[in-house]
């Protein structure tokens, strides 16, 4: 069992920088790739990032590229997502979650059996 608690979430401004942690307890974590997701009222969640479980290897989804980092301590069991050069349109809850495996090969919700609870983040002027 895996489960994971967000921070970080806050009123930003655009162009401004948020960083987002996630923490995870259960002996699996190091083994398992991490994502961020995100969720806008209304809208579907949505792939964000996702790291391997080496931290090795990245991929984000197109809207965030070049603008937030996707990064792991294994040591700390924690997972964080850089966020600059906030956007309005990034205002959403943001969720941590485990994959079912090692690699960033896993990009969708239901490649992801473990989710913390979320964190909101809000972009406006």
């Known amino acids: 069992q895996v489960s994971l608690v967000e921070s970080g979430g806050g009123l930003a401004q655009p162009g401004d920088s948020l960083r987002l942690s996630c923490a995870a307890s259960?002996?699996?974590?190091?083994?398992?790739?991490m994502g961020w997701f995100r969720q806008a009222p209304g809208k579907e969640r949505e792939f964000v990032a996702v790291v391997s479980w080496t931290g090795g290897s990245t991929r984000y989804a197109d809207s965030v590229k070049g603008r937030f980092t996707i990064s792991r301590d294994n040591a700390k069991n924690t997972v964080y997502l850089a966020m600059n050069n906030l956007k309005p349109e990034d205002t959403a809850t943001y969720y941590c979650a485990a994959a079912a495996g090692a690699t960033t090969n896993y990009r969708t919700v239901t490649d992801f059996p473990y989710w913390g609870q979320g964190t909101q983040v809000t972009v406006s002027s």
């Open positions: 259960g002996r699996p974590f190091s083994s398992r790739a």
